[in-house]
């Protein structure tokens, strides 16, 4: 594809449940963001992916929150016992290293009721 | 470390007045700088880079090292301008980090 793609769309899920958001990046991009968007919020940065080095998860909020990404492909943002207060919309970027621009995807509408 | 800090939360305007959005960086290299934009329900997308010296849509944004600033103006703000601003950092050539958002609001 020629974007960042990110399924699902929107996911409603209860109160308790686990979620599983998913972030395709650009072909070729080792760099891949994930950040938490709540409602008339700004960004808050979640975790940072960069080729094979470690992850930077300094901004997950709690150990309910994971992320994996394989090499430089598809990534997946885990949410454990969702609560309430996880609905927001989750983004996903990727990047190359001195690309001097990172691309977004449409993001996820999470709604836990 | 806060490297990006846009301190508005949401900065409203008349349409036709000027607008500045502010945005202050801490970084000891040489800062490669960029604002991005999400109009509502579209997707975040680069507006400007500093290294461009580009106008894009009437907008401009000036690299102050003295200052460590990266403010985005407009000389007449119009109504499609609403929308959330983000400045950026591009640091070591390698992570970007984004600031938290500013809401332009621009009334008729």
């Known amino acids: 594809g020629a974007g960042v793609s990110q399924s699902p769309s929107n996911k409603v899920t209860e109160k308790g449940k686990d979620v599983e958001l998913r972030c395709d990046p650009i072909s070729g991009h080792t760099a891949l963001y994930w950040y938490r968007q709540r409602l008339g919020q700004g960004l808050e940065f979640l975790i940072y992916?960069?080729?094979?080095?470690?992850?930077?998860k300094s901004g997950l909020p709690s150990d309910r929150f994971s992320a994996e990404r394989t090499g430089e492909s598809v990534s997946t943002l885990t949410i454990q016992r969702t609560q309430q207060e996880d609905s927001a919309v989750y983004l996903c970027?990727?990047?190359?290293?001195?690309?001097?621009?990172?691309?977004f995807g449409q993001g996820t509408r999470l709604t836990v009721v | 470390a806060q490297r990006v800090t846009q301190p508005e939360k949401l900065l409203s305007v008349f349409k036709g007045a000027p607008v500045e959005l502010k945005c202050n960086y801490s970084?000891?290299?040489?800062?490669?700088l960029f604002w991005y934009v999400q109009y509502s329900r579209q997707r975040l997308q680069l507006l400007l880079r500093?290294?461009s010296r580009e106008s894009i849509k009437g907008f401009t944004a000036d690299l102050n090292k003295g200052e460590t600033s990266f403010h985005l103006k407009k000389p007449f703000a119009q109504e499609e301008d609403s929308a959330m601003y983000y400045c950026a950092l591009l640091y070591n050539f390698n992570k970007f980090y984004f600031g938290s958002g500013t809401k332009l609001n621009v009334k008729p």
């Open positions: 970084y000891s290299g040489s800062p490669e």
């Open positions: 970027a990727s990047s190359l290293p001195r690309l001097t621009e990172a691309f």
């Open positions: 992916f960069q080729g094979n080095s470690a992850p930077d």
């Open positions: 500093h290294i």
